[in-house]
Structures are given as C-alpha cells and as structure tokens.
C-alpha cells in the first residue's frame, strides 16, 4: 500500500519592525517545504504558525502550532527559534500525544533575496515518543530567482546528520518550487522535494506538493 498524505496548513505572520517601517513584501518560510532565501529585515521580528494534517492509510497525524520566530539583531544574518509543536497521532487501538523537539538556527544572506546559507540544529527535547536521540545538526544552501513579474522560483540543497539507536545516519536533502502570484493577495504554488540516505537500508523519499498563499 503507498502511503497518501493530506496535508493541510494554516498559517499566520505578524511583522513587528523595530525601527521605522519597511515597505517589502513580507517574505515566510511557510507553507511549502522550501526555504526562502529572504532573510527578515534588521531590528525585525516575525513570527509563523500553522497546522498540519497528515493521513497515510487509517494512521491521522496532527501537527499544532509550529511556531517559527525570525529575527534580526545583526544585517544579513537571522536567528531562527523553532518552538515545540503538540503532535497526535491517532491510529486504530493508537493514540499518542506530545510536544516535538526544539530547534534553533540561523540564517546568512549572501546576495539578498537570492542565495542565503541555513545552519540549524534539533535539539532532544521534545515527547519521548517524539524526540530524537541525539542533537542533529543540519546545513542548506538556499536560492531563489524572480522569472518575471508574476512567476518565481526557489530551490535548497542540504544535509543534515540523523541520530539513531546505534549510529547515525547521513541525510540529503532536495527541493525545487515554482511560485505564481496570481493577484496582489493570492498566489499558488507547485512544489518537488526528496530526502536521500547514504546508507543500505535508507529508503529515499520524493514528494509533489502544491497549494494556495493568501
């Protein structure tokens, strides 16, 4: 049986400048899997939440709040807290619940809006049933390039190193989106990105994702 996900987001932003007021767009992380290569404004906060479900066969899985703080004391570099999300997973005779792990990053601009560097790392602290085993670190290269007025596109190239029982585990990341705006507050997006394990028994994953921003 191939697993089907659904996923749904909802997501909010606040943009709280803390000095004058900025007339660029507001640029999220969120809802895709790609990472922008936007980092936000010196002496900004913003802040990014939503909901995801997810659903392969009879197993639900919800994912509440994930909230991401952006912000920036330094220019051209962003600090990234990834704050604990409440995780339920609800499954015939199943039924587990608890908060995922805690992540912290930052993110480096070296041509603005275009190419950025992304280091984070996830810290054991969540659930036990949720936690990893040990902190893992992870490092991407982000791009973005505007097509035309109305279309965009973004990519990221990463790595990050996976815990496990008795070693760890390399893991490669891809993903490639096309943005469209379709008016000054709707756009839409079309999105592949894959997951590649140097290892035996790592199966690689890809996945095909597209959605509504307003």
């Known amino acids: 049986m191939r697993p089907i996900y659904i996923i749904m987001i909802l997501g909010c932003m606040l943009f709280f400048p803390g000095a004058g007021i900025y007339s660029q767009d507001l640029v999220g992380d969120r809802p895709d899997a790609t990472e922008s290569a936007s980092t936000v404004p010196l002496g900004s906060w913003q802040f990014e939440m939503g909901y995801t479900l997810g659903k392969m066969g009879d197993i639900k899985e919800h994912s509440i709040g994930e909230l991401l703080v952006r912000f920036s004391l330094v220019s051209k570099l962003e600090f990234r807290v990834g704050i604990n999300s409440l995780k339920i997973i609800d499954a015939p005779g199943i039924s587990e619940s608890g908060l995922e792990d805690f992540q ?30 040990s902190a893992e670190p992870a490092l991407s290269i982000l791009m973005a390039h505007d097509l035309s007025e109305n279309w965009s596109i973004g990519a990221n190239l990463g790595y990050a190193s996976l815990s496990g029982e008795s070693d760890r585990m390399n893991e490669f990341f891809a993903s490639l989106a096309l943005g469209r705006s379709l008016n000054d507050k709707l756009g839409v997006f079309f999105e592949y990105f894959g997951y590649f394990y140097k290892k035996e028994d790592g199966d690689s994953r890809h996945y095909l994702d597209t959605g509504l921003t307003y």
């Open 104 to 133: 912290l990053g930052i993110k480096y601009s070296i041509i603005e809006d275009k190419l950025a560097l992304l280091a984070g790392i996830t810290l054991p602290t969540g659930a036990e049933a949720f936690r990893v085993d």
